[in-house]
């Protein structure tokens, strides 16, 4: 019997009815923020989740911690389902699975000092730490984000995005998680920057053997970090498989096109995907496309595409990659197809 992952997640649904403005009255339109997503992580696992903003990513962050109740849908952590948790397991899980938000400079309280946002979360989830510890298990876990001790007393605005991103890492890892959501943790700060926070996070993940959820729209640090990959559109799952797979051999039409859309260096051009411009915008929530939600966008849409929604499945029987598309591209169709003509 294949072991419990660490997080399985299964046909999660979130929608918002849209209100008109007139007080208890609604219009009957409804916002699809995610749609029926499925993925696991298991411990020491990294999961990217990449795709436009309005996707469902974040929306997907808030419903995996209950921040927000699902429509439907089933979120297992240990084999515990999370929805159905009393408030005293809630507050147990939430020690477990931690959140690094992706605005530094909102997320950390500018009255108090670094030690006092580090030490909150103990406030909280009481006898983790010995009161008479806090300050010195806070200055240790400074250095492991590589600040200094000496830094325990300032403020956060003394700090710039990154050293304030290292701060909230700190504090997100004080409770000892198994599972670390990273919701757009490096996109408000500059490049340079970024990959430092990247090394961070997986030092961090190495030290504790953690899980971690990566949301992001760049797909290039989502290579850099993860182990699995997760393309979202429309609140929907449109490829789910392993980062080399996605990257190296990608099945979706949308993930070729953001995947061409990655800058390569001039040795790469040659094996590169060739540039997919996608056509029109990016449909609404409150009226996504019958069928395929991609079918707008999509150089290969038939008829079927508007008739059926495609699955999340294998395509054959020794493929690991799930795909939501009635054509996927073929491993021979990659092999020639992809690489550019003269």
Not at 56 to 85: C, F, I, N, W
Not at 179 to 198: R, T
Not at 233 to 242: F, P
Request: proline share 6%; with cysteine.
């Amino acid at each position: 019997m294949p072991e419990e992952p660490m997080l399985r997640v299964e046909n999660l649904v979130k929608h918002y009815s849209i209100n008109n403005g007139m007080r208890g009255r609604r219009h009957g339109a409804v916002l699809r923020a995610l749609d029926g997503v499925s993925f696991q992580v298991a411990a020491g696992e990294t999961l990217g989740l990449v795709g436009e903003s309005g996707c469902g990513k974040s929306t997907l962050a808030q419903t995996l911690l209950r921040l927000v109740e699902p429509t439907s849908g089933h979120v297992y952590y240990r084999g515990k389902d999370v929805y159905s948790m009393s408030r005293k397991e809630l507050k147990d899980f939430r020690k477990h699975a931690q959140v690094v938000f992706q605005d530094p400079f909102e997320s950390l309280n500018p009255r108090k000092t670094i030690g006092q946002i580090i030490a909150e979360p103990w406030t909280i989830h009481r006898g983790l730490v010995p009161r008479a510890q806090w300050r010195s298990r806070a200055a240790e876990l400074l250095e492991l984000v590589g600040l200094r001790r000496d830094h325990i007393d300032r403020h956060p605005g003394q700090f710039s995005g990154g050293q304030r991103q290292r701060i909230g890492i700190a504090r997100a890892v004080a409770v000892e998680p198994d599972l670390l959501i990273c919701d757009e943790p490096v996109s408000a700060l500059d490049v340079s920057v970024q990959a430092q926070i990247l090394n961070v996070i997986q030092d961090i993940q190495r030290e504790f053997g953690l899980g971690v959820i990566f949301i992001s729209h760049d797909l290039g640090v989502v290579r850099h970090i993860s182990d699995k990959i997760g393309v979202m559109y429309l609140g929907r799952m449109m490829e789910y498989g392993s980062e080399s797979d996605v990257f190296e051999r990608p099945r979706h039409p949308y993930t070729q096109a953001l995947i061409s859309a990655v800058p390569v260096s001039r040795s790469e051009r040659e094996t590169a995907l060739p540039r997919r411009i996608l056509a029109g915008d990016l449909p609404s929530p409150v009226n996504p496309p019958s069928g395929c939600r991609f079918r707008t966008r999509c150089w290969q849409a038939e008829a079927i595409c508007a008739e059926r929604e495609p699955a999340l499945e294998t395509h054959h029987a020794d493929e690991r990659t799930r795909v939501a598309c009635h054509f996927p591209a073929s491993s021979i169709a990659l092999s020639t197809d992809l690489i550019p003509g003269p």
